[in-house]
């Protein structure tokens, strides 16, 4: 499956839902996407992936050059995942650590509001 | 000992039919279901780090899978042509040591996928060598009569 991508703006939050497969050759459509955001001023990011059947290293390296580049800005980004099989990947490099992991966009959202 | 060889170009896209091809074979080996996620992953993390150092060395040489059902494993040998730089960058499978890589002064972590690799496959060999880089992987598969599980 390739990969799919759409974004929405709630609050001061921007959701971007993922749909498919994360890899070598799908991740520089994500890292283009999340470079676009930034660089329109979309600084707390939540990636929603629900819906991503895969992901490899590429696509973590993605995911975490975009947590440094909204870090720049005081920025955030965060996950919604519960898939045990991509949750894995995070828990083996670490990244389970870094990244906010949430279990839904509601509770993401619930928690993003209480920050801010 | 059956065997499955394929040879692809450096090219992104390839690597999810390699990754296909390696889950079909260690699903038809025997590999338990519940492990073919690993399988997938790992296949397509060492093909992903062959495209990557072939695209920088040597664009027009191919990769080489070996899949084999062997003494009652599924083995999986990746061999590219290139030099092994990335290798230099992985001092071990310590996740949260790469993520201080990933999030400090390296801009991209290469060794990240080996580490992927060996936080998945039940037994990893890197070999490093003049020639280009060998990845040996295995998972247990179940022995069947005929040498192959049913489908």
Not at chain 1, 23 to 43: H, M, Q, S
Not at chain 2, 94 to 109: H, K, N, Q, S, T
Request: aromatic content about 4%.
């Amino acid at each position: 499956m390739d990969l799919k991508l759409d974004h929405r703006t709630e609050d001061r939050l921007t959701i971007v839902e993922v749909e498919g497969e994360i890899d070598v050759y799908t991740a520089p459509r994500l890292r283009e996407l999340l470079i676009d955001l930034v660089n329109k001023g979309n600084f707390h990011l939540l990636v929603n992936m629900e819906k991503v059947d895969f992901l490899d290293s590429t696509g973590l390296g993605v995911l975490v050059g975009g947590l440094k580049r909204v870090r720049a800005h005081d920025g955030s980004l965060e996950l919604v995942c519960t898939q045990e099989r991509i949750l894995k990947i995070f828990r083996i490099t670490g990244l389970t650590k870094v990244f906010g992991i949430y279990a839904s966009v509601e509770e993401a959202k619930e928690a993003h509001g209480r920050d801010k | 000992m059956a065997t499955v060889e394929l040879t692809f170009s450096a090219l992104p896209a390839h690597v999810r039919t390699a990754r296909l091809v390696a889950t079909a074979i260690a699903r038809r080996t025997g590999v338990a279901e519940a492990l073919l996620d690993e399988v997938r992953l790992a296949v397509g993390e060492a093909c992903s780090r062959a495209v990557e150092a072939h695209r920088l060395h040597c664009p027009g040489e191919p990769i080489r899978i070996e899949l084999k059902d062997d003494s009652g494993r599924f083995e999986v040998t990746v061999t590219d042509a290139a030099p092994s730089d990335d290798l230099k960058a992985v001092d071990s499978s310590d996740g949260y040591r790469l993520v201080d890589a990933m999030l400090g002064i390296v801009p991209e972590m290469p060794g990240l996928g080996i580490a992927v690799i060996a936080g998945l496959a039940d037994d990893v060999e890197v070999s490093p060598g003049p020639t280009g880089v060998k990845i040996r992987m295995s998972w247990p598969a179940a022995p069947t009569p005929n040498g192959l599980a049913a489908v």
